[in-house]
């Protein structure tokens, strides 16, 4: 399983040995530890529970499910695997520098900063309406539908919600691992805010005609 449950810490910047800088996001990270299984007999899917963290307080329900675990974690996610090995037992724990090297490929998936509601300018890259001869429609959105038939029609570029969305950020490389801060480094920018929860995984390996990745 390569996957990594982290929270985003911010950004920084490396330079390489011929002077190239490259934009780095630092990413905190806390031992994890395998909670559950789901089997394809059992549950109609292979996948593994990992837990980080330690709750305060856990409800009945889930003091129960993550008792074999002998742990208290306040995150739990599910990462589906093809098949789950020996060394990732219910109660072994993971390490990144195990996960991760760098230089591997990943993606990170996250949820973007909320930004509230927005008209169509800032929300879809609108034109503005002139200003003379007249014009009233300054920021108004325009037409959103015909006579017929009398709806709007469903994706219509309206004003609503901009941000809080679940984007996953595909190609970056791992820049560096600190096992002694807990942190990961990935290069380019990851979604959300600081302390935000960020998913990352490994990206899968492509095979090219001819059984060449």
């Not at 909670?35 to 109609?44: L, N, Y």
């Not at 995150?75 to 037992?89: W, Y």
């Amino acid at each position: 399983m390569k996957a990594l449950i982290t929270r985003k810490v911010g950004m920084t910047s490396t330079i390489a040995e011929d002077g190239v800088v490259t934009a780095v996001t630092l990413l905190a990270f806390d031992d994890h530890t395998v909670v559950g299984h789901k089997t394809e007999e059992r549950d109609g899917y292979t996948a593994i529970q990992v837990g980080t963290g330690t709750a305060k307080k856990l409800g009945k329900s889930l003091a129960g499910h993550v008792k074999a675990s002998k742990v208290s974690p306040k995150m739990i996610r599910e990462f589906r695997v093809d098949e789950i090995s020996e060394d990732q037992g219910v109660g072994s724990n993971l390490q990144a520098a195990d996960v991760f090297s760098v230089g591997d490929e990943v993606h990170a998936m996250g949820v973007t900063k909320g930004k509230g509601w927005a008209g169509t300018i800032r929300r879809h890259n609108f034109h503005r309406g002139r200003k003379t001869h007249g014009g009233r429609s300054y920021r108004r959105p325009g037409s959103i539908g015909s006579m017929y038939p009398q709806h709007i029609f469903k994706g219509t570029r309206m004003a609503g919600q901009l941000g809080h969305d679940q984007v996953t950020i595909k190609g970056l490389k791992v820049a560096l691992i600190d096992t002694e801060h807990n942190v990961i480094g990935v290069t380019g920018s990851v979604p959300g805010p600081r302390k935000s929860v960020v998913i990352l995984k490994g990206a899968p390996k492509i095979v090219k005609a001819g059984g060449k990745q």
